[in-house]
């Protein structure tokens, strides 16, 4: 703050001795007749300075207040005040500023203007920590940490192995971390998700940013290389030692699918040097949503949690798995919902089977017949964009609704005993699940009932498999993860659902097989 302040003074005093054009514009008939030698007309000084008068007392209470000099430029305004004008100006536009004149250039070096541009466009905090020691100012990191490597924060999720999983890229200080989440297997869905590095983007004295791979199993940190294409991001070492760190029931599962091909990978030697990540927007919000959208998190299976992206679309909500080994999308028909007479409804398995039976053959005789009539939506059921409002129940009325006793059927399993109590509503919907290998796509369509219990937790039931999964809201919150419009949402989710993209998928399978011994 000292630093700045002497700056702002030497550059008044350097711009002061040059004496303000305005102010010479700006002088009265009397100061004008003094300065070219002549007598003042006493008539015209009165009434000028009378309007002047007038006119610093309007909108003061009639308190006299200094007035600006008429048909002043920006340059000729206090340094100060300056500073703090180019301190709300967007970061991108600095640079062309400084090259106005060379004022400007001088007043954009003071690290207050770009104090403040660090941390409300990055959520910097006000101070960093050994930043003077290390030889750095907020202009350089600015310029050569934040704005080069804008695009990477945000949310990813790996594309490129049989195991999805997410990527948190954030601010850290003088660093950009990528968090990896890591599934565990004893974990609540009410607890946090749990992240470890990946790797770091740190400046040092000076220098330009270098990336750090903080995994494997030798050699870390070394050198990584980045490369983000429109909303793709690659991740490439000069290392291959790498190793997912996986729980011991994730390896043997992976083991039973890591026949590639052309040279059948053992587990212990399953390494990669090259990871593709397409990035993920959480879902827009509109008032009439039956509950808040975004990430859930359920024991889908004995593997450990999954993570899944609950939105609204219109007729339908759908919750997008989002980690994990398929490609699993529950389609909720807000239109149907199914009535609850009381708790002992569930209990009677038999009786919620006949019911959702009847809603699926209406469903698919439905259809067929939007099919057959040419009337079926192009794109597809629950494909509707997310800014439309949600058709069916909404939120208001879920609140309003009277909780009913919840209780899992007699037979089904499940593999969370802590589940609430009480329900709100309930809907028929189908989870189609895919199982994506090079080559091979497999494709299982399951009705079943969706519960709403709360805001915070989802539930399934799936009928054929007689399985219930409970879903607890993520409790994380995330940055830099609002879609730039619905249909940039809608695009994602399709892309998402389309699967992993095989052609980078292939490349890297190739580097896996040739480190085979």
Request: glycine share 8%.
């Amino acid at each position: 703050m000292r630093r700045d302040m002497e700056e702002c003074a030497g550059l008044c005093s350097m711009g002061s001795s040059r004496g303000c054009w305005c102010r010479q514009q700006c002088q009265g008939p009397a100061e004008t007749a003094a300065a070219e030698g002549k007598p003042a007309p006493a008539r015209e000084e009165k009434q000028v300075e009378a309007d002047a008068a007038a006119r610093c007392c309007a909108g003061s209470g009639g308190i006299a207040s200094p007035m600006p000099p008429l048909h002043c430029s920006l340059q000729d305004l206090p340094v100060e005040m300056l500073v703090e004008i180019f301190a709300w100006l967007p970061g991108t536009d600095l640079p062309s500023l400084a090259q106005a004149c060379t004022k400007f250039h001088h007043i954009l070096h003071i690290d207050s203007i770009w104090r403040r541009r660090c941390r409300v466009e990055y959520g910097v905090r006000a101070n960093l920590p050994n930043l003077e020691r290390r030889g750095l100012s907020y202009r350089e990191v600015y310029a050569k940490l934040l704005h080069p490597y804008r695009h990477i924060l945000g949310l990813w999720q790996l594309d490129t192995e049989d195991y999805r999983t997410l990527l948190s890229v954030v601010v850290d200080g003088l660093c950009i971390t990528g968090w990896t989440y890591g599934p565990s297997l004893n974990t609540h869905v009410d607890a946090p998700l749990q992240f470890k590095p990946s790797f770091r983007i740190r400046l040092k004295e000076r220098k330009s940013a270098k990336v750090k791979c903080m995994e494997g199993r030798i050699s870390r940190p070394h050198s990584r290389h980045v490369q983000i294409q429109k909303d793709r991001l690659t991740l490439q070492c000069n290392k291959t030692d790498h190793r997912k760190d996986l729980t011991a029931k994730l390896r043997k599962k992976r083991g039973l699918v890591l026949t590639l091909g052309l040279v059948p990978v053992r587990e212990d030697s399953y390494q990669y040097d090259c990871l593709a990540y397409r990035r993920l927007y959480l879902p827009p919000r509109h008032p009439d949503d039956l509950i808040r959208p975004g990430l859930f998190q359920g024991n889908y299976d004995a593997f450990g949690l999954k993570v899944a992206m609950l939105s609204f679309h219109g007729k339908y909500a759908r919750v997008t798995k989002i980690t994990g080994d398929s490609i699993g999308t529950l389609e909720i028909h807000l239109m149907r919902r199914i009535q609850l007479p009381d708790g002992e409804f569930f209990r009677n398995f038999n009786e919620l089977s006949r019911v959702v039976q009847e809603i699926d053959e209406q469903v698919i005789r439905e259809q067929q017949q939007q099919q057959e009539d040419g009337t079926e939506d192009s794109q597809g059921h629950g494909w509707q964009s997310p800014a439309q409002p949600s058709v069916g129940e909404s939120g208001a009325a879920a609140l309003e609704e009277q909780p009913v006793p919840f209780v899992l059927p007699v037979g089904v399993r499940s593999r969370d005993q802590i589940y609430p109590r009480t329900c709100r509503m309930c809907f028929y919907g189908v989870d189609t699940i895919t199982v994506t290998l090079p080559g091979f796509a497999y494709t299982r369509r399951f009705p079943g009932v969706f519960i709403l219990f709360d805001e915070n937790h989802l539930g399934f039931i799936w009928l054929e498999l007689k399985y219930f999964v409970l879903l607890g809201r993520v409790q994380n919150t995330f940055q830099n993860v609002e879609a730039p419009s619905p249909q940039a949402f809608l695009e994602m989710l399709k892309d998402i659902h389309s699967g992993p993209d095989w052609s980078v998928r292939g490349l890297t399978i190739y580097r896996l097989t040739t480190s085979v011994e």
